[in-house]
């Protein structure tokens, strides 16, 4: 039987997180998450639903019956790619919560020769084997006991992370006023010293109706303790939340 996918919607935008932001992307969001972070801005996704969405640029196309087999997936992405596009973008939820019907899509855009880029949280240490051959680039969230109800995933993170080959990992941390020093330095000393990852993203959250921004000078103090431990940290917020687009 062919392998199947929970999706939640795919469509054609630019990436608007992280070291890749401004490239045109087309973005496959894969219902269904392990977390449930504070700050979540997509907890629609968290959830399998039954209709996938499908958007062109111009707004939505069709709505699919979940869950679609991955050459209906590999066909809607195919109709969506134009010879501009940098990469397919896999996001959430949490793509690798559906490894075996991410290995059965990513092969095909290998052979096309379809760069593959995957947001994750990087805590589903077994998922990401399976997966890994197939990834150009992956863009792996830390996170904060602050966003976890206090959980610390720090040991999780830093499992996940010593499989991933140095190059093709950049890291990504929410940054909000409730964001503490100590654990941003705990995380930064754990994930930062294995050198795999050069670059941390800090990404001030998007603040939500009624909550307060961080404020740059505090962004700065979270960027000196970052500093200490990677070579390359940015202070980049979220784009497309900036535009009000997908
Ligand atoms: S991992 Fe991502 S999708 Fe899941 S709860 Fe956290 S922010 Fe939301």
Redesign the pocket.
């Known amino acids: 039987m062919e392998a199947s996918l929970f999706i939640h919607e795919i469509f054609p935008s630019f990436q608007g997180e992280g070291i890749l932001v401004g490239v045109p992307q087309v973005f496959v969001r894969l219902s269904g998450?392990?977390?449930?972070?504070s700050?979540?801005?997509?907890?629609e996704?968290?959830e399998r639903v039954e209709g996938c969405a499908v958007y062109g640029w111009e707004g939505e196309r069709e709505t699919l019956a979940n869950p679609l087999g991955a050459a209906e997936v590999a066909g809607l992405v195919s109709s969506l790619w134009d010879a501009g596009m940098h990469s397919l973008s896999l996001t959430?939820?949490?793509p690798l919560l559906q490894a075996a019907g991410l290995e059965a899509l990513l092969p095909a855009f290998k052979r096309e020769g379809v760069p593959v880029y995957l947001?994750t949280?990087g805590t589903l240490v077994d998922a990401l084997d399976g997966v890994l051959p197939w990834l150009d680039h992956v863009a792996m969230?830390i996170?904060l006991p602050s966003?976890q109800g206090g959980e610390d995933l720090t040991e999780r993170q830093r499992d996940f992370l010593a499989r991933m080959p140095p190059g093709r990992v950049f890291l990504k941390m929410?940054i909000g006023v409730e964001t503490g020093d100590g654990e941003a330095e705990v995380a930064c000393r754990a994930l930062g010293e294995p050198a795999i990852a050069e670059t941390l993203v800090l990404q001030p959250a998007t603040p939500r109706e009624g909550s307060q921004a961080i404020s740059s000078g505090r962004a700065h103090e979270l960027y000196s303790i970052a500093r200490r431990f990677f070579a390359d940290v940015r202070v980049i917020p979220q784009a497309h939340r900036a535009w009000g687009v997908r």
């Open positions: 998450c392990n977390l449930r972070c700050y979540c801005d997509t907890p996704s968290r959430g939820g949490e947001e949280n969230d996170k966003s929410v």
